[in-house]
């Protein structure tokens, strides 16, 4: 039996499943979604394999640079409290 699995459209190739429960992928794409999670997907004559974001992840350093802060946030929350005393 052979599967084509697709991740983007330019990058196809072809793998022999061996065992119904392993599935090993070509070194190329092993390693593009080393660590990640994986939704698969049977769409009859095709499987697919699409990388899940980590909306987490994702959001890691987007206020780096600019003017927030832990230390400001912790400040702010003090002057706040003392503000309410």
Known sequence: ???ILS???????GVVV???EQLN???????????RKVEITDEGERIIITPIDN?????????????FSTE???EQKRLDKELES
């Open 25 to 35: 992928l070509p070194e190329a794409i092993a390693k593009k979604l080393k660590g």
């Open 18 to 20: 061996l065992k119904a």
């Open 7 to 13: 991740i983007k459209e330019e990058l196809k190739m």
């Open 55 to 67: 909306p987490i992840q994702k959001a890691r350093g987007m206020f780096k640079g600019g003017n």
């Open 1 to 3: 039996m052979l599967f």
């Open 72 to 74: 400001k946030l912790i």
